[in-house]
C-alpha cells in the first residue's frame, strides 16, 4: 500500500512539474498530456494511454472471473437460481454467471453516460460498506472462534490483530461518511436512489438462504439444504 501510495504522489508530482496551473485545468487527462508535455511529442501521451487501457482490460478480466464466481456461489446458497450454480462439464466454469456478466456489460454502454455515472457513483459507497463489513467480520470471529485455525493470522497470535481491526474499521467508517450530503465526496439523489435498491434487492436474495447453524461446516449444510 505504501509503494501504491507513493506512486500516485509521485504521478500526481510529475503532472504538477510538467504543466501549469491553466494546462492542469484545460486537460482531460493530466498524466498523458503531462507525458506528452515533458517528452516533447503527443506519441508519449499516446503511449501512455495505451498502457492505461490495457490496464483496464486486466481489471475487467479480473471483474469478470470474481464476479461470475460470485454468481456461482449465490447460485449454490441458493440466492439466485440453481443454473447459476452450476458449471460448465469440460470447463468446469460457471456459464450462465458468464454469460449473464457478459450481456449485462454489453447492454450497459446503452444506457447513456448519465446512468453509467449513477451506477458506478450507487457502487462507490456500498463497496467502502463492504469494506467496514469485512473489518466487522473479522473483529467478530476473533472475539467468538479465537482458536480457528488461520493460514494468515494479522496481528500475530497476541492482541494485535484486533488493535488492526479497530483501526481498520474506524477508517472505513470515516471513508464511508465521505460519502454523506454535506461532505466532500457526497452524492446527488440518483445514485443513492439505486444505493437503496441495490440494498433492498440484497436483502431479498439473503432471506432466500436456508436457514442453517452457525460453524465451520455453514457453507456445506446450506448448499446441503439448497440441494434436497
Known amino acids: 500500500m505504501a509503494l501504491a501510495s507513493l ?32 517528452w516533447g511529442s ?18 475487467w478480466n479480473a471483474f469478470l472471473i470474481g464476479g461470475s464466481r460470485l ?4 447460485g449454490r446458497s441458493g440466492m439466485l437460481p440453481a443454473a447459476f450454480g452450476r458449471l460448465h462439464p469440460r470447463f468446469r466454469t460457471p456459464t450462465a454467471a458468464l ?16 446512468a453509467l455515472g449513477w451506477l458506478v457513483d450507487s457502487g462507490s459507497p456500498s463497496i467502502v460498506l463492504g469494506y467496514l463489513l469485512v473489518t466487522v467480520a473479522f473483529l467478530v470471529l476473533r472475539r ?12 500475530g497470535a497476541g492482541g494485535g490483530g484486533v488493535v488492526i481491526g479497530v483501526v481498520a474499521l474506524v477508517l472505513a467508517a470515516g471513508l464511508a461518511s465521505l460519502y454523506l450530503p454535506g461532505m466532500p465526496s457526497s452524492l446527488p439523489l440518483e445514485p443513492w436512489v439505486l444505493f437503496g435498491l441495490w440494498w ?19 457453507e456445506e449444510k446450506v448448499v446441503a439444504r439448497r440441494e434436497a
Open 144 to 155: 467468538r472462534e479465537p482458536e480457528m485455525d488461520r493460514p494468515l493470522r494479522i496481528g
Open 7 to 38: 506512486f500516485y504522489i509521485v504521478m500526481v508530482g510529475a503532472s504538477g512539474l510538467a504543466m501549469d496551473h491553466q494546462q492542469l485545468v484545460d486537460s482531460d487527462l493530466a498524466t498523458a498530456d503531462a507525458m506528452a508535455a515533458l
Open 200 to 218: 433492498l434487492l440484497g436483502l431479498v436474495l439473503l432471506l432466500r438462504v436456508p436457514p442453517v447453524p452457525g460453524g465451520p461446516d455453514a
Open 99 to 114: 454469460l449473464f456478466i457478459g450481456v449485462l456489460s454489453a447492454a450497459a454502454p446503452w444506457l447513456g453516460a448519465d
Open 42 to 59: 503527443q506519441t508519449f501521451g499516446t503511449v501512455l494511454v495505451a498502457g492505461g487501457l490495457a490496464g483496464i482490460l486486466t481489471s
Open 71 to 74: 454468481l456461482y456461489a449465490m
